[in-house]
């Protein structure tokens, strides 16, 4: 099913889902399993995918030169996708990104994700390489997620950019785009960012989760600036539960949000690892709870990994 039908058919309920990390390479599918096993007694409809462009290594070869080398660091997402697919019977969401991918890759690898009956997709740009000032494409790919989001609706009619092919099959992908409430940090500000927001969704995007945040303020002000500006589809608030002492400043520098002061200070008060674990959790079953009385789509939890944090809230909440 889309990930759209299944807000459509919780009747104003929230859901609930969660993202994985796919392992490094050379590592098992077992540390998915591991990670999703305790978090399918709450029945997710369904479970994003992340992936991560390549990065280049510089390498010495035998004349005594560096070699600039191109390296996936983890395995692509479709095939991880059809593995949780399988072993839960939940819908996956595998992210695809602008960067890393030609048009023609992009393409192949969408081909393959409706081979493998996946319906759903997360159109993003993605980041730029750790030594790149800015975002700069594969030759051939697309610069912005505008024109993933347009290539993905042309073969949802049958388009392929591939010219041989003509009348092609249909896809049936439901496309999720990304939303920042605290504007995405190159936008100029949040207005502006609202405003290519909108292009997204009328070029095919037919829901939006967002960037993490600790303040709800945030998500409301941003869902009712949204809906001032038209965008109706629905809006999934993504979570991350603060669990160290060190992301108090990993965090905002990382992903460009705020963390309110009261949370800050509660951090800085706790004693001990464990205490600051328990903050954070407990400051994410209070976001939880008032997101669930707002009738939110779902509660979308980015687990990086950690699985006990996140069914320790849902728990909680559900």
């Known amino acids: 099913m889309k990930v759209t039908e299944y807000f459509e058919r919780a009747n104003g309920n929230t859901l609930i889902s969660f993202e994985v990390l796919p392992p490094l390479k050379g590592g098992s599918i077992d540390s998915i399993f591991n990670i999703l096993d305790p978090l399918m007694e709450f029945r997710p409809p369904f479970v994003d995918v992340t992936y991560h462009r390549e ?189 160290r002492k060190s992301q108090i400043n990993s965090i905002p520098s990382a992903f460009f949000i705020n963390l309110p002061a009261d949370l800050v200070n509660e951090v800085n008060k706790a004693k001990s690892p464990e205490a600051v674990k328990q903050v954070g959790i407990e400051w994410a079953i209070a976001q939880c709870k008032e997101l669930k009385a707002a009738k939110v789509p779902s509660l979308h939890f980015y687990t990086m990994g950690d699985s006990d944090t996140a069914r320790k809230i849902a728990e909680t909440i559900f």
């Open 55 to 243: 990065d280049f290594i510089y390498r010495k070869t035998n004349e005594g030169f560096f070699e600039k080398i191109s390296m996936r660091k983890r395995p692509g997402t479709v095939v991880i996708s059809q593995a949780i697919q399988n072993r839960y019977g939940v819908d996956t969401v595998p992210h695809l990104l602008c960067g890393g991918f030609t048009k023609e890759e992009t393409e192949d690898a969408l081909i393959d994700m409706a081979y493998a009956k996946i319906n759903n997709v997360l159109a993003l740009r993605g980041d730029a390489r750790k030594f790149e000032g800015k975002f700069i494409p594969e030759q051939g790919g697309h610069f912005y997620a505008i024109d993933l989001i347009k290539q993905i609706k042309d073969m949802n009619e049958g388009v392929y950019i591939d010219a041989d092919i003509k009348d092609g099959a249909k896809s049936n992908f439901c496309i999720g785009v990304a939303g920042y409430p605290e504007k995405h940090f190159e936008a100029p500000n949040l207005e502006s960012d609202i405003k290519y927001l909108k292009q997204k969704i009328e070029a095919g995007g037919e829901y939006i989760v967002t960037q993490m945040f600790f303040d709800n303020k945030k998500y409301f002000d941003f869902v009712k600036l949204c809906r001032d500006h038209g965008i109706h589809v629905p809006i999934v608030p993504g979570l991350k539960p603060l669990t």
